[in-house]
């Protein structure tokens, strides 16, 4: 199957004052994929999703997005691509519930929603929770959803699978790979660990101290499935 591609890495560098954080010669990514990120603790994840959701800007280089840069506004910062969503635990802090969470970002698919996801399992309770009191787990499951309903063309996921026990982590898998499959949407994930990333991941980008230290190719895209 010949993938279009959607991301174009050359020459990347990466440096908060004097601490390298990325150095990457080249990566390509392909269109309707999903990726695997994996690496230790500073091994540069985080740095290179970001830098990918437009979030953070390379001190070098080039990251190209369907063949071109990131808008600039006249200060020089990155404009927010609608096609992006970017997730990660730390941005979720909040006093106000899920339910609130929900209905603020999805006023037409409150109960839709409410049904889909928080219907089963232990994820019932949750619902009038206030988001600040949520584990890590609760709230990586809670990013992930409002990421699926919002059908990005590209979904980044920070930590996948972080305190996430093995029923809510093979439930988060079923809905990403169901995202994938029916709609296309390449999702790329980072993990400190590849248990997970094995199990669905087409490609697995291993990082060591901000540099590519190898590449595996996972489970192939199944013909008939989409790409956007």
């Known amino acids: 199957m010949d993938l279009k591609q959607i991301y174009d890495v050359k020459k990347l560098k990466l440096r908060f004052k004097t601490k390298k954080a990325l150095e990457i010669k080249t990566l390509k990514f392909h269109n309707g994929l ?14 290179l999703l970001k830098v990918l959701a437009g979030k953070q800007k390379e001190t070098s280089g080039t990251v190209l997005y ?3 840069k990131f808008k600039r506004s006249f200060f020089g910062n990155i404009v927010k691509h609608s096609d992006i969503q970017y997730l990660d635990i730390s941005s979720i802090e909040s006093r106000k519930t899920v339910k609130k969470l929900i209905s603020d970002n999805f006023p037409s698919k409150v109960q839709q929603i409410k049904s889909k996801h928080f219907t089963i399992f232990n ?3 949750l619902w009038n929770t206030p ?7 609760e709230k990586h499951w809670l990013k992930t959803v409002v990421g699926v309903e919002k059908d990005p063309r ?3 996921l920070d930590d996948y699978g972080m305190s996430l026990d ?3 982590e093979m439930i988060l898998r079923k809905k990403i790979i169901k995202m994938n499959n029916i709609l296309g949407t390449t999702v790329i994930l980072s993990s400190q660990n590849d248990y997970f ?3 669905f991941a087409s490609v697995i980008i291993y990082l060591d101290n901000g540099h590519v230290s190898k590449i595996r190719k996972g489970f192939k895209k199944r013909v008939g499935q989409k790409s956007r």
């Open 34 to 47: 999903i990726y695997g990120i994996c690496g230790n603790f500073g091994s540069g994840k985080t740095s």
């Open 66 to 68: 369907q063949g071109k």
């Open 123 to 125: 994820t019932e309770s």
């Open 131 to 137: 988001i600040n009191q949520l584990s890590d787990g």
């Open 154 to 156: 590209v979904l980044l």
């Open 166 to 168: 093995p029923k809510n």
């Open 197 to 199: 990333l094995k199990q």
